[in-house]
C-alpha cells in the first residue's frame, strides 16, 4: 500500500502540450505496461495485481470499462481485460482517501478552479459529506440524518420536482430498486445516461425491429462474412472487440470502417496475448477505411441501398430476401421505391466520399451472406441519427441480416450496465406491462405520466423546477450540454444527492444543500450482511447476464452498498410500513432477484441461473427465432428524406471525442497516446488544408464559437491542432467542449444531445475575452 503515490497537487497546464503522429495500430505491449504503471501507481503492487487477476473472470468482477461481453467458451484468457479496463479498476482501487480533513482543507470556492483531472485524481470519498446553504465547505454527517435529510426534502417537495438520474455503472439490483423508489415516490423521472449515449438506437430499433439492443451475440463474429465498423473507437473505448474483429478476419470476414478520424484501432491490432502482437508488426484491422464527414452516414447508407437494388434489378434473387421480406416484414415496397434514384453529387458532398469508394464497398456487402454492422456513438449524436440508425436497419432486413449465423445489428453500449438499467427499469418512459407488473408484484400505484430524460432534466434545472436532484453515480454537470447554464441550473436547486465514489464536478457545482453519499465500487467487498457478502449482477451489450462480486477491501468502513443506500433513502422518505419490503432487499440480495425474477421477462429463475458458470442470455426475438416483436409482430423498413450536416460557410462540424486516458468525465491522465497528443485536453483536430483555408496555423490559440438556431456559444482558449481528420471537419475532447452544444441541438425523437453535431468557427484567442465565458467555467481550465 505504501507504494501509492500521492495525489497530484498541480492541475493541468495546457501550455505543455505535445503533438506526435497519429498511431497505426492499437494495443500491443505497450498497452500492458502502460496498464500496470496505471494501477501501481494509484494502488499499489497487491491491490493491482489481486484486481487485474479477478476482472471478467467466473467468480470475479465486471470490469467497469466497457459493455463489450466476455467470451463464454473455454477460450476465455487468463487475462480478459485491456489496458482502459485496467485504467478504470486503477481508478476505482486507489488507496488515496477523500477524508473530511480533506473537504476541511478545500473549500468550494478552490474546488471551483479545478480540473476534473484534478478533482478524480484526489481519491475515495470515505465518508458522508453535507453542505448547507451558506456554507463554504462540505463537513461531515451521519448517515441516518444524510437519508432522514433525502427523505425530509423529496416529502416537502411534490414528486414532479424530483428526479432521479441514473449512469451506467449501476447493477441491476441497485437499478431495479432505485426505479421502484422513484416510482414509489410517484415519478417516473428517470433520466439516465443512456439518453445521451445509445437512446437513437433503440428508438431507431424498437419500432423497426421490435428490441431496442443489438441482436448478434460474440459468436456471430466468429461466423460473420462482413463487419462494418461505423462511428466507433474500439481501440480505446471496446478494445476488446478487436481480438473479436482479429479473429473474424482470420475465419475470411472483411471488416470495413467508418470514420471521420484514422483511428488507430480501425486500422490496425496488436493483440498483446500473443507473440506476434508482442513483437510483431500486428494485424490489419480494416480492410477498407471511408473516411466520411460527419454526419454523412445517413447518405452513405441510402447509397448503399440504391447500389444493391440496382445489382439486384441486374441479377434478381441477388440481393433481396424475398422469402424473408415477405414473412417477416412490411414497408420494403416504399423502400425499395425510394432509393430507386440516387443523386451523386449530393451524395459525394454530404460524404466526402467518392462514388468509387462508395461502390468498391457495396460490392462487399452484395457479396456477402452475413453481414454484422456495428455503431457507436459517431451515429447516434446528431439531430438525424434516428434516420441514419433506421438505413442501418433496412439494409439488414433487405439482406435477411437478422437470426442467422453471423449477422445483425451491432449497437456497442458503453457503460458497463447501461443496458441492464433499462431492463430493469430506468426508463423515463416506461411501458404500461412494465408498470403493470410492478404495481402487481408490489402493491403500489406506478405513476403513468412520463418523465424526464436527461435533455429536459437540464430544462428543468434552468426553469428552476428540481427540488431534489439524486444521482445514482455519474456526472451530470458535465456529461450534459450547456455546461454554463446547466451549472448555474444546479447550483439553484433545493438538494443535490450524489452517491459517488470520487469527487467530481457536479459536488462541486452543488444544489443549496447538497449531499455526497460513498459507496462501494465494482471491485469492492460488499460483505456486512447478515447472510453474508453479496454479489450483484451485469447485461452487456450482447444480452448476457452475469454476476459480479469484488474482493478488496473498501477504502473505508464507512461505505455503504448502493442496495443499502436506496433502501434507507426509501424507508426514509416513505416511512416504515410502505408495501416494498426494502429491508430485506437491502439485506439479501436473492430477495431483489426474485423480484426481478417475477416482474421482468427473461429473468425467470434468475437466482438459479445467474449462479450457472457463464450466466444466461436474454431472449432476444430477431436473433433467436427471425421474429419481430413490434406492435404488428412484423419487421418494418422505413423511409427517411435524405439528409446531412451542412456547415454555413467559414464553420467546420466539430464532433467531440473521448481521449485514450479518460473514461467519460474522469480522466485517467492526460495522453490521447494513439492520436499522438498528450499533455493536453483543450485542443481541436483540424484538416491542415481546413486550417489554412480559414487563415490559421497549427498550434494557433483560439476562442471557439458554435452557432445554432441564431444564438451562439462560446468556450475560449483551445489550441488548434492539424491532423487527418475528414475536410470540412473537426474534433475536440469531451466534456471540455460540451459548453458549446446548446441543449435543443438534439436527435429527433431520441433527444440525444447532438455531441458530435457542431457548427463552429474559431476566432483568435483574446487575452481579455469575457471573463464569462472563461475555460474555468467548464471545470477545465488550465492554469
Ligand atoms: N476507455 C474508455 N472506454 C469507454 C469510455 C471511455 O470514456 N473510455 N466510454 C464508454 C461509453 S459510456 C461509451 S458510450 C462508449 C463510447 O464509444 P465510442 O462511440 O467509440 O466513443 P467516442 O469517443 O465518442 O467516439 C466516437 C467515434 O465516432 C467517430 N465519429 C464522430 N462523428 C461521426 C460521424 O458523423 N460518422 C461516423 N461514421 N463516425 C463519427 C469519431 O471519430 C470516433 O471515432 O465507450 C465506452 N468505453
Ligand atoms: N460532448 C459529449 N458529451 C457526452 C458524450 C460525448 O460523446 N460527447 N457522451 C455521453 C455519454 S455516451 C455518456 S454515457 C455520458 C456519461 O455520463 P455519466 O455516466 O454521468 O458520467 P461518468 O463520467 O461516467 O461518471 C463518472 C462518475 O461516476 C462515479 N462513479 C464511478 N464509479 C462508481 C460506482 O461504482 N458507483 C457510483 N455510485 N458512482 C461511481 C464517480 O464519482 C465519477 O466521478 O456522457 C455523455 N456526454
Ligand atoms: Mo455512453
Redesign the pocket.
Known sequence: MSLSKPAPIEDINEDQLKVGSPKTSAAGVKAVTVALDRGLSAAGVTRTVRSLLRINQHNGFDCP???WPESITERRSPAEFCE??A??VAEENTTREVTPEWWAQHPIATLEDKTEYWLGSQGRITHPMIIREGDTHYTPISWAEAFSTIGDHINKSTPDRCVFYTS?RTANETAFMYQLFARSVGTNNLPD?SNM??ESSGSAMRPTVGIGKGTVSLEDFEHSELIFV?????G????RMLSALADARKNGAKVVA????P?AG?LGFKDPQTIGGVVGEGSTIADHF?Q??????LA?FQAFGYLLLQEEARNPGSIVDQEFIDAQTVGFDGYREARATIDWNATEEATGLSRLEISTVANLLAKSKATIIC????????PHSVPTLREIINLLLMQGNFGKPGAGACP????SN?QGDRTMGIWEKPTEAMLEAFDKEFNITSPREFGVDSTEALERFENDEVDVFVSMGGNFALANSDTEALEAGMRRAGLTVHISTKPNRSHVVHGRTSIILPTLGRTDRDDKHPNGPQFLTVEDSMSVIKSTQGRLKPVSEHLLAEPVIVARMAIATLGEDHPVDWKAMAEDYDVIRDHIANTIPGFEDFNLRVRGKNGFVLPNPPRDSRTFATDIGKARFSVSPFEY?AAPEGHL?L????S?D???T?FYGLDDRYRGISNGRRVILVHPEDLEAMGFKDRDLVDVISTFKGTERRANKFRLVAYP?AKG?A?AY?PEANALVHRELVARESNTPG???MMVRFVPHEQSADKRYDETRSGAHSA
Request: aromatic letters at 6%; charged letters at 10%.
Open positions: 470499462g466497457c459493455a482502459n479496463g485504467k478504470a451506467g445516461c449515449c445509445h461505423v462511428g466507433q473507437n474500439p480505446t473505448n471496446h478494445p467508418v470514420n471521420p478520424l483511428e480501425l471511408l466520411i464527414k460527419v454526419g454523412g452516414d452513405l455503431w457507436a456513438l459517431g451515429l447516434t449524436q446528431q456497442v453500449r458503453g457503460h447501461v450536416l462540424i464532433q467531440t471525442m473521448r485514450h479518460q473514461y467519460n474522469t481528420t471537419c474534433a469531451y455531441f458530435k453535431a
